[in-house]
């Protein structure tokens, strides 16, 4: 995401651009002549350690997979110790380390509810009201439930609707991974995405969920200990040299307004913020990357705890990002936005961790594209290319053949340029406005015909695209979502001009281009599941 996914999405944006020069301050402080070289070399040396590391557990991990099963869910064997590291990896991305430090700089805690807060909050959601009913349905894919609660059509409508909205969330990894080589090692943006893809590719397609589970419990030890250690150093120099003091001094420097949750003033604005959480929380529970964790947990029980304890553990460890970025505010006030932890990192950690700050950031990226990609694949092999008589004999081959089709559209899309990360935040809404209803509606309601489903989801979709289109028409630069939600309703607002606003017609538009598209759509989602259930058809084959 996830990180979550869809908070991640603005931040890799921003990962993407700026990575070339924001991670190129981390090794600027002067230094004496012929350290520069070494400090490359240390780096270079370390990386190929964690990457022949992590392949040697996908080595291992393969030697697990003897059936599909073992592929997708990794035979549903994971304790709880590695079913919340593998959800905390898959959460816990560059959004919630640079995005929530630069959101918090900038716009107080009020900028970070959808990352850490928001997201941490739909793990805790995920596993309180949905881990155990689905675990107990024994489904490969969410894909599944929707085939088993409605029917086959409306499992491939699903399908199609999943698989495509990773794209642009794996490319985006991979155009990450490349800046990072183009910083260090001077290798061109090309061959730096078909390298990044190489290397995730091999991971994935060696274990499956196996290898993906084990290499996200290496890479989430790193992360956490090395964002653990630039907490405390940033911290302690704003404390004179004690962490408790900075921490202390930080909560009574800081203006108040920049430590609350609530909205500011006026209905606009909390409607847009009704809107974040909604996505925040509900957007991430149909995905296939958490529900996959779901699955793979050895009981029921295990995967509600594992739920719950990663949101938990994901809110109190996103909290180290936020608390830098406001601390930032304060160490360096006219320091401008965009730099705040490769600053902190290059002013307060030493040549040596600065080298490890690196190559977590490396992990991060690495962890969240395995999973982006197995994600995908796995609906794409056992929903989808399953039903052609050619694949039917071969599951495993299929899955694998996925993970490949999936690298490579995901590298066509990362070689199509920026224009799939202005996209990206779009594709990563889906969830919420398609599926989630029909989620819902199954596992508590009692579903009629599948024709619920299908519509729920072709009018959440649709109302979504015309929202979004339309925003992206008027305001095609926007670069803030919160603050497009409200430039985009003024200037409805003064092209209805004050007659036509005050009509009935008028109020609607004005309406619609005030609810945030993840509210307008779930809603259509809603009405279509409503419409869909009103000529009573037969219940689908179990």
Known sequence: MAAGRAPAAMCLYYLYWSVQARLARLCSRPLPEGRGLGVTSLLGSIIALYLLAIFALSLYAGRRVKSEEDYIVAGRRLPLSLAWATLLATWFGAATILGAAEAARDEGVRGTILDPFASGAALIVAGLFFARPLWNMRLLTIADFYGR??????????????????????????????????????????????????????????????????????QMAVVLVTLGILGAVTFAQLGGGAVGSGIGRLLTDTPGDLLTFWPEAGAAAAIVWAGTWASGVFGNIPGQDLMQRVFASRDATTAVRACVLAGIIYIGFGLIPVGLGLASRLLFPESGAGEILTVLASQYLRPGLTVVFVVSLISIIVSTATSAVLSPATILGHNLLARLRPFRARPLFVDRLSVALVTLASVATAFSGRTILELLELSLSIGVVSLFVPLVAGLYGNPRCERQAILAMVFGTAVWLVREGMEGFVLPTSESAVEAGLIYAEHVAVYLGPERLASVWGFVAYAFALVPSAISGTAASLLGYIIGGIERGSRPDR
């Open 149 to 218: 609660a409605f029917g086959r059509r409306a499992e491939v409508v699903a399908s199609i609707i999943l698989v495509p909205g990773y794209f642009g969330w794996i490319a985006a990894q991979y155009l990450a991974l490349a800046g990072i080589q183009g910083t260090f090692f001077a290798i061109e943006p090309v061959a730096g995405i078909l390298i990044a893809a190489a290397i995730i590719l091999a991971y994935t397609l060696l274990g499956g969920m196996w290898s993906v589970t084990l290499t996200d419990a290496l």
